[in-house]
């Protein structure tokens, strides 16, 4: 089995960080391709972001397709270009904050998400609706660290730590769900540190894509996600202003 996951934004560092959590989880017998588009945001932060990120992931779809991967994953909290996604490949896809979210609301009552810039608070919670979660996410909070310097703040672990307590005590979750690709590698420690679940959205994704491929399950062909009535020319790479 090959499971491509798509870094939307363009740094190579964080797309490597993905990737091996991704293939430290995806277990015999899969193979994990982790890629990132050649250009666009070097980070997701906004909803201009989010929009100039989906070119460039409809992109790395398409030739994973080209090449045979049978599922995929959106390593963005924001699942930027899942719908479309669903349109122009075979095999399943899956967003790691749907597949996080989900994850969480099997270990819990309630759930809450610990993410970077403030403003990013309200597209969870969009996503949080959209996914039919709401009543299970009691709270999104922002730490401030922008996506990139979660690899260089060396602050950045205790920051997350601090808010993950903070959300614990203020919306009594019981559990804590990671709002960003790039916190991958903190959640076996966050875990251990906080004594609750906590659920990295790169892991559960990876493992509810396989799980769909195992089962014999793809996107249905019927209604809103049916093949494109006719196929759009393959686009170049997506271009950054």
Not at 9 to 18: D, G, H, L, P, Q
Not at 97 to 106: D, I, K, P, Q, S
Not at 135 to 150: D, K, N, Y
Not at 229 to 235: E, I, N, S, T, Y
């Amino acid at each position: 089995m090959r499971i491509l996951v798509v870094n939307p934004n363009t740094t190579a560092s964080m797309t490597a960080t993905i990737g091996a959590c991704a293939r430290a989880v995806a277990g015999p017998g899969v193979t994990v391709e982790a890629v990132n588009p050649a250009t666009g945001p070097v980070s997701i932060e906004s909803h201009h972001d989010d929009a100039m990120s989906v070119p460039g992931v409809l992109v790395e779809l398409a030739a994973g397709e080209a090449a045979g991967a049978d599922a995929y994953v959106i390593a963005c909290f924001g699942d930027p270009g899942l719908l479309a996604a669903r349109e122009l490949v075979r095999g399943p896809v899956v967003g790691i904050a749907e597949a996080a979210m989900r994850t969480a609301a099997y270990l819990g009552r309630g759930f809450s998400v610990v993410t970077t810039m403030e403003r990013t608070v309200g597209h969870t919670w969009d996503l949080a609706r959209a996914y039919g979660l709401e009543r299970q996410c009691r709270g999104v909070h922002a730490t401030g660290i922008p996506v990139v310097e979660l690899e260089t703040d060396p602050e950045a672990y205790a920051t997350v730590l601090g808010a993950s307590r903070a959300a614990l005590d203020t919306d009594g979750s019981e559990v804590i769900v990671l709002g960003c690709a790039g916190m991958a590698d903190l959640c076996a420690r966050l875990q251990r540190d906080l004594g609750v679940p906590v659920v990295d959205g790169v892991a559960a994704a990876t493992l509810t894509a396989r799980s769909l491929v195992e089962l014999g399950l793809a996107t249905s062909p019927r209604g809103e996600f049916a093949p494109l009535p006719h196929q759009a020319p393959m686009m170049g790479p997506a271009v950054s202003h």
